[in-house]
């Protein structure tokens, strides 16, 4: 199994301003996934992060509004920049090991 | 298409009962992987159950089972006795092939309340 912390756990932020979501793996993982969980919905693939290149990003979401960093196999980060109330959500990060996925506590962001 | 089809928004169910939340599933894939996940209020998300496509068995763990019907392409999952702790939203998800840069598609959700 493995333990994801995820920080911070909520926000609130003001719109134009940028936050940096940190998720810290208890061992090594290839891959690392972020999701957005939009007020209601379910959750949606931003990009994977493989360490030592750069992120694949799914269709709708750019490397300019959600840069990611995976720096080592235990550690990444998402950056949500220049943040507008569309983008409050709670936002996911996930590692595979063996079969299971599994999940970080979330971020839970409010963009005001 | 759907991926991963969850055709009930929302379920009630009677404390002590046992209640069915169905998931259907779209791959031309041989080997998927098929989950389930809680997330209560709070937001986290809590694996439940897993099912291989080439296990021939249903999957339990504790009070949850995956009835799995692969020529139906379903993966219900089953919770017997419910516990008011049971409410929470829940997601069947999918994993298409077998490398470890498969992501996770996820369907739209039931939220499960549970009556006392």
């Known amino acids: 199994s493995a333990v994801i912390s995820q920080k911070p756990s909520r926000d609130i932020c003001q719109r134009g301003t940028s936050l940096t979501i940190q998720c810290q793996v208890d061992s090594q993982v290839t891959m690392m996934f972020w999701y957005r969980q939009q007020p209601g919905q379910s959750l949606t693939l931003i990009a994977t992060?493989?360490?030592?290149?750069?992120?694949?990003?799914e269709s709708g979401f750019v490397i300019d509004k959600f840069p990611i960093s995976r720096p080592n196999l235990t550690f990444s980060t998402l950056t949500v920049s220049n943040m507008s109330p569309e983008d409050s959500s709670i936002y996911l990060c996930s590692a595979r090991v063996g079969f299971e996925a599994f999940f970080g506590q979330g971020t839970r962001l409010t963009v005001v | 298409a759907q991926k991963i089809t969850q055709t009930q928004p929302g379920m009630f169910v009677q404390e002590k009962e046992a209640v069915t939340l169905d998931c259907t599933y779209d791959t031309s894939d041989q080997s998927y992987g098929l989950f389930w996940y809680k997330q209560p209020s709070s937001g986290e998300m809590i694996f439940l159950i897993y099912q291989g496509s080439y296990d021939e068995q249903n999957a339990t763990e504790g009070r949850y089972s995956l009835n799995f019907q692969k020529a139906r392409k379903s993966a219900n999952l089953v919770i017997s006795a419910s516990q008011l702790g049971d409410s929470a939203m829940y997601f069947c998800a999918m994993r298409e092939g077998s490398g470890s840069a498969r992501q996770l598609t996820f369907g739209s959700g039931t939220q499960l309340t549970v009556l006392p």
């Open positions: 992060a493989n360490q030592g290149s750069e992120a694949t990003y």
